[in-house]
């Protein structure tokens, strides 16, 4: 005789697999609670949670201090005592076709260049506090890139395309990456003025829109509409009878991924009044500190509020920082007035930026945190009517430090005038390699699908710098 079928009710398996149902949900939970991906990986669910880097990553956060407009590598970073000798001579040979404004002769700077730490590398006086950490840094003198203009050159800087709307560096990081602290944004710009190409540079394009940045513009005030106007426990409410009208509805809609991201943007605004009210407050900083920044002196007030704040959100777990030295649209952009502004602009930001090397360095922070100074380009050696620079994208100075960054070197050369990049040139793509790199990503892997082929921040290009790594 046969054996009879098992058989069984929906009661009793329900009864009999509910356990395991609950211990998945228990397994998401404890792994959420850890710090570690688990089952919230899942980019859809749980956008910002923290996921496992390609290699062993020697940064764990980015903090990218951005002077709009274009800083003089000639005047800051880059000695020319050739420049100087032949000041009010032309160029020696042809310049580029590709010129915005037709520039004159050679301008030699008018600031002097000194040695500095044990490297001994020069530095501007315009920047004796940055100059007091150049052990730290890697001066990277032979950076290119593509675009004369701020709008193109700006947008491969901070995306990697110069015309059309790609994912910012801080979004692809956030992507890959995830954040640390789920209860603060992964990715915050603050950015006191319009910039050209303003939310491109930190937009998240065709990546889901939760990794776009989150703009910060009023010091004061940094994050509008915070405290909601229902309570915490009627929000928690609303957004709850979301999540259900959410796991209703038809998930196959081809804007699933959006409105995910939306719910998931709601869900950070409420546990963001728990945390980013005391994450935003710089009055917790003691006086001594304050004033290490530079806060209320007039002239490094601004930046210096930024670059606590950054510092703030760095120790707090929030994985890309982009600062832009913005009191107004394009505040390095010097086509005159270069022996008056160029001071100024140095005096604002020079305090706040060692302070930052400083506290951080002091905190412990600086061996795993990857500080980017610079801006989209360099500025011409030849002069653009008497007192100013033209844009100058084929050879300028950035300089890195931290995380894994060797510091207290030079990387790369100018020709003699500082036109041309002559020596280990690094391009924007190699740039963006390097820093992927050194946060544990294979730039080559970072991948998103979009128009039918994949997509990397370095498009078809670049190569990890790796004389440069510690």
């Known amino acids: 005789m046969p054996p009879r079928p098992v058989t069984s009710s929906r009661r009793n398996f ?7 149902l609950g211990l998945l949900a228990l397994a998401d939970l404890l792994a959420a609670q850890s710090g570690g991906p688990g089952l919230a990986a899942d980019r859809s ?60 002769h050679l301008l ?40 004369i203009n701020h709008s193109g050159a700006a947008l491969q800087m901070c995306t990697g395309e110069q015309a059309f709307s790609r994912p910012s560096m801080g979004s692809w990081l956030l992507y890959g990456l995830g954040t ?54 009627g929000q928690r409410v609303m957004l709850d009878a979301l999540g259900r009208f959410d796991a209703a509805r038809d998930r ?65 777990g929030v994985r890309f920082v982009q600062l832009f030295d913005a009191p107004f649209n394009n505040a390095w952009d010097h086509h005159s007035g270069l022996r008056e502004n160029l001071p100024k602009r140095c005096r604002a930001i020079d305090q706040p930026v060692a302070a930052l090397l400083t506290d951080l360095k002091a905190l412990g922070l600086l061996d795993d945190t990857l500080v980017l100074w610079g801006g989209e380009f360099g500025r011409t050696p030849t002069a653009e009517g008497v007192d100013g620079r033209e844009h100058h994208p084929f050879g300028f100075t950035m300089w890195m430090a931290g995380g894994g960054i060797r510091g207290g070197m030079v990387h790369g050369a100018t020709d003699e005038f500082g036109w041309h990049a002559v020596q280990d040139r690094v391009h924007v793509h190699d740039l963006h390699a ?14 998103f699908r979009f128009g039918g082929r994949d997509h990397r921040l370095t498009d078809v290009h670049g190569r990890v710098v790796t004389r440069i790594l510690a």
């Open 14 to 20: 329900l009864a009999r697999t509910g356990g395991g």
């Open 45 to 104: 669910v749980h956008p910002f949670a923290p996921r496992s880097p390609h290699h062993a990553p020697r940064a764990c956060r980015v903090v990218f201090l951005y002077m709009p407009g274009g800083p003089s590598h000639v005047d800051l970073f880059d000695p020319k005592p050739r420049l100087a000798i032949d000041h009010g001579k032309p160029l020696p040979f042809e310049k580029p076709r590709l010129e915005r404004t037709k520039t004159g």
């Open 108 to 147: 030699g700077s008018p600031w002097s260049f000194a040695r500095h730490g044990r490297s001994g590398i020069e530095v501007s006086e315009l920047l004796p506090r940055t100059a007091s950490c150049i052990d730290d840094l890697c001066v990277i003198r032979s950076m290119v890139a593509d675009n």
């Open 180 to 233: 640390e602290n789920q209860n603060l944004p992964g990715f915050v710009v603050v950015s006191p003025a319009e910039v050209f190409q303003g939310a491109q540079l930190w937009a998240s394009s065709f990546l889901p829109s939760a990794y776009q940045g989150t703009r910060v513009r009023d010091l004061e005030h940094p994050i509008a509409n915070l405290g909601g106007g229902t309570g915490p426990a």
């Open 252 to 316: 196959t809609s081809v804007d699933a991924s959006a409105l995910d991201a939306r719910i998931a943007s709601f869900e950070l605004a409420f546990r963001m009044q728990r945390e980013a009210p005391e994450a935003f407050d710089l009055v917790r900083e003691s006086p001594s500190v304050r004033a290490l920044y530079g806060i209320g002196s007039p002239e490094t007030d601004l930046f210096g509020r930024q670059c606590l704040l950054g510092r703030r959100l760095l120790e707090r």
């Open 434 to 447: 390097t820093i992927l790199h050194l946060m544990g990503i294979d730039h080559e892997r970072l991948t």
